[in-house]
């Protein structure tokens, strides 16, 4: 503690005589190399040391490979309440604009295995219904948006290797936790989808969509 | 073990009204090798931890960790590496589902005026410093889950003793996060911390 305290003096220090800039300026600029490694360690403690995701009481998802456009939407919208979660709205308040994109780019670049662990028996059901989606339910075939091999593009996210109690956790309680208060955002997109999977039905997808690489 | 088991069997039928596991625990020798050291109602004793409403899985890993010598800190070298080196898997297996069954009474031992800070680093930890919430793996009581272990009521000694061996370079079960939340941690986070525990139910 005492340490990052006086690192961080330091650094502020260095900046206001070096540059003498204003807060807006600094703002913008990329982070710190120091800062931003003690952030990716912070952040790795929860979703794995290379960000392939982790099982603690809550599962944490997978951040390597995710699309950074998604990455920085969910950060922002912790931040603005848009999304509730127990650990992340505290965790995202102090993040500035210029780490954000930086722990972004960071993530999109890593590249560990699937975190593995889900049950295999219906990944069958779950590859059929990510490829034909359920027309019957209003389902549509997620990899039309989430591409075949779940790689995501933009803000559409990487679904490929994803931690499968995550997902379960997500298409389940899609409504309570994603597009909170009055601002409109795309989480809306999904809600009529989460919202006519069948549980069998979520599980089935997020057992295919976790083992692949 | 085979022995053990049967005795389970036997008694259990006998004595349908008492349960299979008090009766292992009076039967059973490798109960009181551990509650030599770990308190007679495994509530733990001076540096030997609280073994009772310990996660089962918790408690198996940690025996491994002592095996393979992966768990060096000097207290585990000294009496843990000893301690379980002629355990078999499955007597490990029935202490771990036999401590987790007894009811864990918090050490209370901690300092009660940082109580209140010890909780607000459990819940949210310290996002400015790079100090993690604790809640986030080890659960909003300290309950634990799986392999996570229970931390809410051992004694403050031992919490402290643990996050100090992290930082200095201990090691613990592989893979583990630990060491890395421990060396963001200062003397007044942990010694808040390993007070709030103390006192969780």
């Known amino acids: 503690m005492k340490a990052i305290g006086l690192r961080l003096i330091l650094h502020t220090a260095v900046l206001a005589a070096a540059f003498s800039m204003s807060a807006g300026a600094q703002e913008r600029m990329a982070p710190a190399s120091g800062a931003l490694e003690a952030k990716l360690e912070y952040c790795k403690t929860c979703h794995g040391l290379s960000g392939q995701g982790y099982l603690g009481y809550f599962p944490m998802p997978r951040l390597a490979g995710q699309q950074p456009e998604y990455l920085e939407a969910q950060l922002k919208a912790f931040i603005e309440r848009r999304r509730t979660n127990p650990i992340m709205r505290n965790v995202a308040h102090v993040l500035s604009p210029s780490m954000?994109?930086?722990?972004?780019?960071?993530?999109?670049?890593?590249?560990?295995?699937?975190?593995g662990g889900a049950p295999r028996g219906s990944i069958a059901t779950g590859k059929m219904i990510y490829e034909d989606g359920l027309p019957e339910s209003n389902v549509p075939a997620c990899s039309a948006c989430h591409g075949a091999d779940g790689h995501g593009q933009n803000e559409i996210p990487r679904l490929a290797g994803q931690v499968y109690p995550y997902m379960v956790g997500q298409l389940t309680g899609w409504a309570n936790a994603r597009g909170q208060g009055t601002a409109v955002d795309t989480s809306a997109i999904m809600a009529p989808t989460a919202h006519n999977l069948t549980r069998s039905q979520i599980e089935a997808v997020a057992a295919y969509v976790s083992y692949l690489h | 073990m085979k022995r053990i088991g049967l005795q389970i069997a036997?008694?259990?039928?006998?004595?349908?009204?008492?349960?299979?596991?008090?009766?292992?625990?009076?039967?059973?020798?490798?109960?009181?090798?551990c509650t030599w050291c770990h308190g007679t109602g495994a509530q733990g004793y001076t540096v030997a931890p609280r073994l009772a409403g310990q996660r089962p899985q918790y408690i198996m890993s940690q025996i491994r960790s002592f095996h393979e010598h992966t768990r060096d800190n000097p207290f585990s070298k000294q009496y843990m590496w000893g301690a379980v080196a002629a355990l078999n898997p499955y007597t490990a297996r029935d202490l771990a589902a036999y401590f987790a069954s007894i009811p864990p009474k918090p050490a209370n031992d901690g300092d009660a005026s940082l109580a209140s800070r010890g909780r607000t680093i459990?819940?949210?930890?310290?996002p400015e410093a790079n100090i993690v919430s604790c809640y986030a793996c080890h659960g909003p009581n300290a309950e634990g889950i799986r392999d996570i272990p229970r931390l809410g009521g051992l004694a403050h000694f031992y919490i402290k003793a643990r996050l100090e061996q992290w930082e200095q370079g201990y090691h613990s079960t592989p893979g583990s996060p630990m060491p890395m939340v421990a060396t963001h941690l200062g003397p007044e986070e942990v010694e808040a911390l390993a007070s709030y525990l103390s006192f969780v139910r």
């Open chain 1, 100 to 115: 954000i994109s930086a722990l972004a780019n960071h993530f999109s670049h890593l590249s560990p295995p699937p975190f």
């Open chain 2, 10 to 33: 036997i008694l259990a039928m006998v004595a349908s009204t008492v349960s299979i596991v008090s009766v292992w625990a009076g039967e059973s020798a490798a109960v009181r090798n």
């Open chain 2, 122 to 126: 459990y819940m949210d930890g310290i």
